[in-house]
Nanobody, 120 residues
Framework: QVQLVESGGGLVQPGGSLRLSCAAS????????MGWYRQAPGKQRELVAR???????NYADSVKGRFTISRDNAKNTVYLQMSSLKPEDTAVYYC??????????????WGQGTQVTVSS
């Protein structure tokens, strides 16, 4: 099973930057996908960005050009560098990992979430 621990959220002014980190630990065969989702009050959880073990990435249209996802496979850690932040980026950000267990079952794990608030 994979446990995910997020860090790096907080309060930032519009136009500012934040970097989120998510470290995976536990017992597993491999982690295929790592990504970030977010959920604003009254809205559904949505994909922000994700990265494969090979480094392929995809982003929500709303964050393209402003956010960058990266991954350190040796540390089982994924990062989300957020720049040019807007008030509409305010949400709880959740880390997600899709991984293979030792029995080769594909499983899904979520972090506890970290609050990002963009406000002046």
């Amino acid at each position: 099973q994979v446990q995910l621990v997020e860090s790096g959220g907080g309060l930032v002014q519009p136009g500012g930057s934040l970097r989120l980190s998510c470290a995976a630990s536990g017992s597993f065969f491999s982690i295929e996908l790592m990504g970030w989702y977010r959920q604003a009050p009254g809205k559904q959880r949505e994909l922000v960005a994700r990265v494969t073990s090979g480094g392929s990435t995809n982003y929500a249209d709303s964050v393209k050009g402003r956010f960058t996802i990266s991954r350190d496979n040796a540390k089982n850690t994924v990062y989300l560098q957020m720049s040019s932040l807007k008030p509409e980026d305010t949400a709880v950000y959740y880390c997600n990992a899709q991984y293979y267990s030792w029995s080769r079952l594909l499983r899904d794990s979520w972090g506890q979430g970290t609050q990002v608030t963009v406000s002046s």
